[in-house]
Nanobody
Framework: QVQLVESGGGLVQPGESLKLSCAAS????????MGWYRQAPGKQREMVAI???????KYADSVLGRFTISRDNAKNTVDLQMNSLTPDDTAVYYC???????????WGQGTQVTVSS
C-alpha cells in the first residue's frame, strides 16, 4: 500500500517562497520516480517537477530556475522548494509516485498553494 501525504501549502504573496513536502509510505522508495504536479481551477493537471530514482530531474518550463525538487531516500520524502512565486503558480499541488519499472502511479490528496497580494 502506497500512501503519499503532502504538507507545506498555504497563502503567500507574489515573490515569496514556499516549500512543499511529501512523506511517502513506500517500502522500496529508492526505486520510485517521485514528482510534483499541480492543477489550477479550470485547468488540467500538469507536471511541475520530477526526480528519478537516480536523482535526475525534469521541470516544467514555467518553473525552471524557480523551483527545485529534491528527495531524501533515508526519510522517504520528496520536497519542492518554490521561489519567486507568482499568481500563476496558484493551484492544488499533488505528490506523485511511480515505480521505475511500472506505469502504475500513486497520488497524494493535494495541498493548496495560493499566491496573492
Amino acid at each position: 500500500q502506497v500512501q503519499l501525504v503532502e504538507s507545506g501549502g498555504g497563502l503567500v504573496q507574489p515573490g515569496e517562497s514556499l516549500k512543499l513536502s511529501c512523506a511517502a509510505s513506500i517500502r522500496s522508495f529508492r526505486g520510485f520516480y517521485m514528482g510534483w504536479y499541480r492543477q489550477a481551477p479550470g485547468k488540467q493537471r500538469e507536471m511541475v517537477a520530477i526526480i528519478t530514482d537516480n536523482g535526475n530531474t525534469k521541470y516544467a518550463d514555467s518553473v525552471l530556475g524557480r523551483f527545485t525538487i529534491s528527495r531524501d531516500n533515508a526519510k522517504n520524502t520528496v520536497d519542492l522548494q518554490m521561489n519567486s512565486l507568482t499568481p500563476d503558480d496558484t493551484a492544488v499541488y499533488y505528490c506523485n509516485a511511480r515505480p521505475s519499472f511500472s506505469a502504475t502511479t500513486y497520488w497524494g490528496q493535494g495541498t493548496q498553494v495560493t499566491v496573492s497580494s
